[in-house]
């Protein structure tokens, strides 16, 4: 995964997608209205602490005190369960970043030409994350990472990473402070979103800059 995804539907339609009820998360109808999110800004991260769901603004990036190079903004799922950077984020700081979709840059002679991906019934993702929890607090550049899986098909063509996108109805399970960690990686190897629900086309340059945003950044257009 290159870092780059987009947030834009509003709180309504993430929540609505996982059946919550009204009384379970606050709702808010106005679209978030992030076409162009990238690494080392604030997500909105759901989360569950004390035994209640919460949607909490988290600095994108994991940079602990002894690490001394730029904040990690990834995590390969494969690992992450048993490395020491990531083993206690895992057993305790799993959250779900929902989304619209996400862009890759394929390489095309000495040009990247970028993708957006998303569901091909353009349902929210949700992508698997973790990081210093209680989320409530700031803790400076201990943000949270995205957990990347294997591409397979198709999309391995356009970049060998991809972010663990997990199904709907797994993502209660996610969450939850009842689920133990080796829970956990079972529900990324067998709750992946497949890659038969996704599809993708080639966008704009302009989404490369972060200072871009706006609908025309996922509208798909013809490569020179």
């Known amino acids: 995964m290159c870092g780059r995804f987009a947030q834009y539907s509003s709180r309504d339609d993430y929540f609505d997608a996982l059946e919550l009820k009204a009384d379970e998360i606050v709702y808010d109808p106005e679209p978030i209205g992030r ?21 909490d603004p988290v600095y994108w990036g994991y940079g602990p005190a002894w690490w001394h190079k730029q904040p990690l903004i ?24 929902p989304a ?12 990247k030409q970028p993708y957006f991906i998303y569901h091909r019934t353009r349902v929210p993702l949700f992508f698997a994350a973790i990081g210093r929890a209680p989320y ?29 996108v997990l199904t709907a109805d797994a993502v209660r399970e996610w969450l939850s402070e009842d689920t133990t960690p080796e829970r956990a990686q079972q529900i990324a ?28 950044l996922i509208e798909e257009i013809k490569p020179d």
């Open 189 to 216: 190897q067998d709750a992946a979103l497949p890659e038969k629900d996704l599809c993708w086309h080639p966008v704009s340059a302009r989404v490369g800059s972060i200072r871009n945003q706006g609908e025309t």
């Open 35 to 55: 076409f162009n999110v990238a690494p080392g800004t604030k997500v909105l991260l759901l989360n569950e602490r004390d035994d209640a769901l919460h949607f």
């Open 74 to 97: 990834n995590a390969r799922g494969e690992t992450a369960a048993t490395g020491r950077m990531f083993r206690p984020l895992w057993e305790n700081g799993r959250a779900i970043v």
């Open 100 to 111: 619209d979709g996400w862009y890759e840059w394929k390489r095309d002679g000495n040009k």
């Open 136 to 164: 409530g607090q700031d803790h400076g550049h201990e943000g949270f990472v995205i957990v990347t899986a294997a591409s397979n098909k198709g999309m391995v063509d356009i970049h060998d990473r991809r972010p663990l």
